[in-house]
């Protein structure tokens, strides 16, 4: 059982137009191809008794991507580009995510995700990034995912799924890692020193990556990695006293 992150939009379904909890469905099929049963989690209130009651039926956690972290979580001044704050989403996945950890739930964070476990991590993020950079190639824009090379370290778990050396991901970010987070190791890069990937540097399962893999049907390494960390969980959970 997977927990996936949602947003909370203004969705148009025949004459009816209604906020409602929305996930692009790539994430799902990924997921169930990957042997998995997605579970969606809409924002909400971020209670710890509404936090345990959820993770306790879960056995995997999968942070999403979307909107913009909070930069006042962070301690910076906004972007002018920042996208506006979604304080419901922010708290709800940073709870989610600090449960995950306390229970050793392997956890999977894509883009948004990884920014938002950085950030749990004490890290900071850079808010634009061709102001750093001085290119737009992780965002292009128009809805079309940009190709980009990164490069995966050899010694990291992160190449024990799918491999070292370089690989093209498909980006959709205007953002990126600053500061690296404690706890939190690099595990791939692009050849301009972007962090594009991480992961724990305990026994814990946290991998991160800042592409988007499940635009990539032909490729469900990550997601099978984490299928089989959360049944793995599940059963020693069940083993439990």
Known sequence: M????????LVTQDVWQERGAFLPEPYITSVTAAGGIPVLLPPQPAAEDVVDAVLDRLDGLLLTGGLDVDPALYGAERHPLTDPARADRDEWELALFRGAERRRMPVLAICRGLQLINVARGGTLHQHLPDELGTEKYCIGGGEYA???VTVDGQSR????????ELDVHS???QGI????GGLVPAARTDDGLVQ???SDGDGYVVGVQWHPEENPDDRRLFEGLVAEASTFSLSSALRP
């Open 178 to 181: 600053d500061r690296l987070g």
């Open 2 to 9: 997977i927990g996936l992150t949602t947003y909370l939009e």
């Open 147 to 149: 190709i980009n090379e």
């Open 158 to 165: 992160l190449a024990e799924l799918i491999g070292p050396g």
């Open 172 to 174: 959709y970010h205007h």
């Open 197 to 199: 990937a991480f992961e």
